[in-house]
């Protein structure tokens, strides 16, 4: 075997020593870098690295002091500047300071010299180096202060912004009054402001167009509702009642000028804002109609009949009446309603009642059939005003009917006794005298309507004797006095006594009432339908009988002397007691008393001054 043997050398000599030496090189490469970094840095210790600028004002190299100088110097737009703001018609220069532009060129230098310190140090060396390269460009720190701003476009809007006119509708009399709408313009100052401040950070002059808003006026026209008042106070307006009414009223016209004060333009919101609108007073007009309504009442009153003892049917002797009444809310709502329509002859709304009894009613229907009593007084003797007061009361009730089940009021029946009604002054009993009043007479009818009733059989609900026996109610045929009578006369003084008697039957009571003044009669008929009832009655006749007093005699100075006239008659005292018995099919029905005290009566005698023979006047 050979071997082979190499020489023994040191390894990779030169590739040591190369590697020394560039490890020397990138030594002293970085001991230079540091040193110039090291340098830089020192150079541009307080001052603002190379590059950075402000708005394009170059500060590199400036302290902060120095770079606040200098953007104060070169940055005069905020002091100089010049911006025109302008509307439709008119424009206003402004500066910006003017509207609270204002620079701050010391926090503008301290941005600037923050540039490449602000963060670590690669960032920091990153941002020195690119400032370097590229430059960096800040913009100035400025201060807004918009209520300067806001302040001149409030000033400018007091001169320009114009209200918006509404239209409005109005009454003088009977002129209407039309005031026409206008529209307005008002400056929009946030969006206004809102565009300024774009234009101020622009940091240039130029021309800054303000927001105008136009308002229209919320109401159009008026014009339809103005011609509607107009038609309304053309001519007057005509109340009249509806065709067909038993009597004529009205019409009732109200002149243009009464019209104008019914009427109001009121101003009313919808879907459009508003508009308006011609409405008519409700509460004026009501106050017309209640006191126009009293007029045009009317009582419901039932047909009056005659029974036709031949045929056996009715005879209409009165017309039925239909009840009416002014129905003033449906009469405001039709007024207000056609009127609004520019109607002038307009119907009220009446409210119509029609009676229980109407003339188509028959003698079937109401259950009349045949006679049940006939009643029969005398009043011979009577004065011809006693004479015409019997014939105006009894003429009230000739005719009449009385429901089923109805209480009958003489006094409610009678009315009104008054000169204006047919009666005339005749001798009543008042206060316990016998004077000259009116109606003198009523109670030989109320007497004689009593005794019809309880001969009947009906139930006497309300019965007052007189004060004193009369002869008038105990008078029979041939002209005699029957004492049997005495206690079965009945008087009537509205409202406080008052004859009252029930139809307790099922049929309706027709009532008939003669007055002969040749025979002095009453002659008052019942008819209806019998069911079956009778009657028994007794009296005691007067008892306990007082006689009158001596006879008065006093002067009277209206009588001429010599003459002597009798104004109350004697009467003795005396209590009378009548009872009555009802039957019906057999048994008793009803069983009543009716007790009656009369007090002596004193003759009264009055005779003229210087009468002789009399006897002298009392103190």
Excluded at 132 to 138: D, F, K
Excluded at 219 to 247: K, M, N, Y
């Amino acid at each position: 075997m050979r071997t082979l043997m190499y020489p023994r050398t040191t390894p990779f000599p030169l590739l040591s020593q190369i590697l020394l030496a560039l490890l020397g090189s990138i030594a002293l490469f970085f001991l230079a870098a540091i040193t110039a970094l090291l340098g830089f840095q020192l150079i541009y210790l307080g001052r603002v690295f190379p590059g950075v600028s402000v708005a394009g004002i170059d500060l590199s190299g400036l302290t902060q002091v120095q770079a606040a100088a200098r953007i104060s110097q070169e940055l005069v737009f905020p002091r100089s500047g010049r911006l025109l703001l302008r509307d439709q018609e008119h424009t206003w220069a402004v500066t910006p300071a003017e509207l609270g532009l204002f620079l701050d060129p010391e926090t503008s230098a301290l941005n600037a010299f923050q540039v490449g310190r602000r963060g670590n140090l690669a960032q920091n060396l990153s941002d020195q180096f690119n400032s370097l390269q590229n430059g960096q460009s800040l913009p100035p720190t400025l201060i807004f202060d918009q209520r300067m701003a806001f302040q001149v476009l409030s000033n400018i809007a007091q001169q320009t912004d114009i209200p918006v006119v509404e239209p409005s509708l109005t009454l003088n009399g009977t002129e209407v009054m039309v005031q026409t709408g206008q529209a307005g313009h008002q400056l929009d100052i946030p969006g206004s402001l809102a565009l300024l401040s774009l234009q101020l950070q622009s940091m240039r002059d130029g021309v800054v167009p303000l927001i105008i808003t136009e308002n229209k006026p919320v109401i159009a026209d008026v014009s339809a509702q103005a011609e509607l008042a107009r038609t309304i106070l053309s001519q007057p307006l005509t109340l009249a009642v509806p065709s067909g009414q038993p009597d004529r009223l009205g019409p009732w016209i109200f002149q243009p000028s009464d019209l104008a004060r019914l009427l109001t333009f009121q101003r009313v919101q919808d879907n459009n804002g508003g508009r308006y609108e011609l409405t008519v007073n409700d509460h004026l007009l009501r106050e017309i109609l209640t006191n126009l309504a009293p007029s045009l009442e009317l009582t419901p009153k039932d047909a009056r009949f005659i029974f036709n003892d031949e045929t056996r049917q009715l005879e209409v002797i009165e017309h039925s009446v239909t009840g009416r009444s002014l129905d003033i809310e449906t009469s405001i709502k039709t007024i207000r309603e056609k009127m609004l329509k520019g109607e002038h002859n307009l119907e009220l709304n009446l409210t119509l009642t029609p009676p229980p009894v109407t003339d188509q009613m028959t003698a079937e229907q109401l259950g009349i059939s045949e006679l049940i009593h006939t009643e029969t007084s005398y009043f011979y003797g009577s004065s011809p005003e006693r004479v015409q007061n019997i014939k105006a009361s009894a003429s009230r009730f000739h005719g009449l009917l009385i429901a089923p089940g109805e209480t009958f009021s003489m006094a409610q029946a009678l009315g009104d006794i008054s000169l204006d009604n047919g009666y005339a002054e005749a001798l009543i009993i008042v206060g316990g005298r016998t004077v000259q009043g009116v109606g003198g007479g009523v109670c030989q009818v109320s007497t004689t309507l009593f005794r019809a009733a309880f001969f009947s059989g009906f139930p006497i609900i309300e019965r007052h004797a007189h004060a004193y026996r009369v002869s008038y109610y105990e008078k029979v045929a041939g002209n005699r006095r029957d004492a049997s009578l005495a206690g079965m006369d009945a008087t009537v003084f509205a409202p406080l006594v008052d004859l009252k008697f029930t139809n307790d039957t099922q049929h309706w009571l027709l009532m008939e009432v003669y007055v002969n003044p040749t025979y002095s009669t009453i002659v008052w008929k019942f008819y209806s339908t019998s069911d079956g009832r009778t009657v028994d009655w007794d009296t005691t006749g007067p008892v306990h009988v007082v006689e009158a007093p001596k006879p008065l005699y006093r002067e009277n100075p209206d009588l001429p002397s010599g003459e002597v006239k009798q104004v109350d008659w004697a009467a003795d005292g005396a209590d009378v007691t009548v009872t009555r018995t009802v039957h019906r099919d057999g048994n008793i029905y009803l069983q009543d008393t009716f007790e009656t005290h009369y007090e002596p009566w004193q003759a009264i005698f009055e005779y003229g001054p210087g009468t002789e023979g009399m006897p002298p006047p009392e103190n």
